[in-house]
């Protein structure tokens, strides 16, 4: 059991960069498009 504990973490461990690199690249997109158009 220990061994599919192992592959999930690893597996996750993964995956997080990725997202985070998504997540900021989205903020400063989302930052920078507000700060452009002005709110009506």
Known sequence: MSNLTARIKH???EMIP???YFLVILHIVAHH???DFPRL
Do not use: D, K, Q, S
């Open 33 to 35: 498009a507000r700060a």
């Open 18 to 20: 990725p997202t985070l």
């Open 11 to 13: 597996e996750f461990m």
